[in-house]
């Protein structure tokens, strides 16, 4: 069967490995296979907080593949997509953002 195996180390840095391996293989074994040592950086419980996932649900490392999975190593988020979107809006002030924020000239409110 064949194995898709991604991991984004950092930013513009996303590693991709085409593996083909036996029927009835695990998580666990398709990342010994693709040599990235991050079987450590996981540890039993993600202990540097990386999280697994097929096709973006999550797995565990002893979650059975199947053919043309996509088995994803997820890193933590460093900050909160809610914190930054408040903050973005505090620095761009109401008057330059949102959705009636570029109104043609004369124009009604909301138009």
């Known amino acids: 069967m064949q194995i898709t195996v991604v991991f984004a180390a950092g930013p513009q840095d996303v590693r991709e490995r085409v593996l083909d391996l036996p029927d009835g293989n695990c998580v666990a074994q398709a990342l010994d296979a693709t040599g990235w040592a991050v079987q450590q950086r996981l540890g039993a419980a993600g202990a540097e907080g990386l999280a697994l996932g097929i096709w973006g649900r999550k797995a565990t490392l002893d979650t059975v593949l199947r053919d043309r999975d996509r088995v994803e190593l997820y890193r933590p988020l460093q900050v909160d997509p809610k914190r930054a ?11 330059k953002s949102g959705l009636f924020s570029a109104r043609r000239p004369g124009a009604k409110p909301g138009y």
């Open 85 to 95: 979107r408040r903050e973005r809006f505090q620095r761009q002030g109401a008057k």
